[in-house]
């Protein structure tokens, strides 16, 4: 129909997609700590994978390659969260702890060290 | 551009095979060789072997780092360092490597309609297959009957890897309990 | 033009994540960092698949999203309850 509009558009979602990724990979990166670096994965995960294969999807046109993007991005969205979860579970399970700012900060004074 | 891919590939290949062989703790390198399949699984895919590329990954990428970590639970986790230089494996390794290089020269070119594979066999099965299977369908002829020993293999795989995953989501089992 | 573009970004995000997968201190950030490498080797075969138009490649990132999926719940299930979750049922 409007093969230039869509051509845009694809340019965008895919382009704005891998930026996601990249965001997503700096993120594992530099994150201090492991649920922090979690957080920073599911950007790509989630979102950069979403324009990525929608920017796919507007270049296939209606045929059974969009299907199956389709069905990819459905299984994505499943698992990746999943795993992420499954994760942060087994991670707490075995022994890591969140970093948290200031744990003596403010609100547990009890807590405090003598020094 | 595609070389560039492939220069791309191959590089993150050999950082994964190094750092890999570098990291003293063993469960780090069985996560960085599923990575190493991963990519060589990519490999084969660019290299048009999509079949050989889906093996990888699923043997590669899922059973091998399974089954390998099943071994890590019942020794130890960290690489026990070795006394002395080893001058025997390196002189092994790089003697076998030296070996299969000199292989490949031998090897036909690249889409050479002359190449051993396109003259020995394949035209035995274009033309025979017919009256000796009997099935209108080469490749199903070439899959069953010719190399059924290899697709016995193959389905066996399978099958391994469907009990595994099974086993691993624990479908079909009844628990009582709440969650582990 | 465009799906080379994508290709070439993608690679340097693979490049972090096996950084990640490298360096990681624990081997939950190694999971971590097998599990986005995953998923970036599915986006980067999708890429690739139309970037070279072979549409077939499609189906296999299919499979390696589920893959990927498998072997991240096994390597989790493996680290929460120590093997593949018998020895404890019949602790009980």
């Not at chain 3, 390597?75 to 018998?86: E, R």
Request: some cysteine; glycine content about 8%; aromatic content about 8%.
């Amino acid at each position: 129909m409007m093969p230039s509009l869509l051509d845009g558009l694809s340019w965008l979602l895919l382009l704005s997609g891998c930026a996601c990724l990249l965001i997503s990979a700096i993120g594992l990166i530099r994150m201090p700590d492991l649920f922090t670096r979690m957080h920073a994965a599911g950007i790509g995960d989630t979102l950069g994978a979403i324009l990525v294969l929608a920017g796919l999807m507007l270049q296939s046109g209606l045929s059974i390659t969009l299907i199956k993007l389709v069905l990819i991005l459905f299984f994505l969205l499943f698992t990746s969260p999943t795993a992420c979860h499954a994760l942060a579970r087994a991670a707490l399970a075995g022994g890591q702890k969140p970093l948290l700012a200031e744990p003596n900060a403010d609100n547990s004074p009890a807590e405090q060290s003598p020094s | 551009m595609s070389t560039l891919i492939d220069l791309i590939l191959l590089t993150l290949m050999a950082i994964t095979a190094i750092a890999a062989l570098q990291l003293k703790d063993l469960f780090g390198a069985v996560m960085l060789t599923g990575i190493y399949s991963l990519l060589s699984a990519l490999w084969f895919l660019i290299l048009d072997a999509a079949d050989v590329s889906f093996t990888e990954a699923a043997v590669g990428a899922g059973i091998s780092t399974v089954l390998m970590l099943g071994t890590l639970a019942l020794t130890r986790r960290d690489e026990k360092i070795p006394s002395h230089p080893r001058i025997l494996p390196l002189f092994v390794v790089a003697i076998t490597g030296a070996i299969l290089v000199y292989g490949t020269l031998d090897m036909p070119a690249f889409a050479d309609p002359e190449a051993p594979i396109h003259t020995h066999v394949a035209p035995h099965y274009i033309e025979k297959s017919g009256e000796e299977i009997g099935v209108p369908n080469i490749v199903t002829s070439v899959l069953a009957s010719y190399r059924g020993y290899d697709t016995l293999g193959e389905t066996t795989v399978i099958f391994t890897a469907c009990i595994g995953v099974l086993l691993l989501l624990g479908i079909g089992r009844r628990r009582e309990d709440d969650e582990s | 033009m465009m799906f080379e573009v994508a290709a070439v970004a993608l690679f340097p995000a693979m490049f972090l994540a096996l950084a990640r997968a490298i360096a990681g201190p624990t081997v939950y950030d190694r999971v971590l960092a097998v599990n986005t490498f995953g998923t970036f080797t599915v986006l980067m075969i999708a890429v690739l698949g139309f970037m070279t138009d072979q549409k077939d490649f499609i189906d296999i990132a299919l499979a390696y999203a589920l893959i990927n999926f498998i072997g991240t719940i096994a390597v989790l299930k493996f680290f929460a309850v120590g093997d593949f979750g018998y020895q404890q049922e019949s602790k009980k």
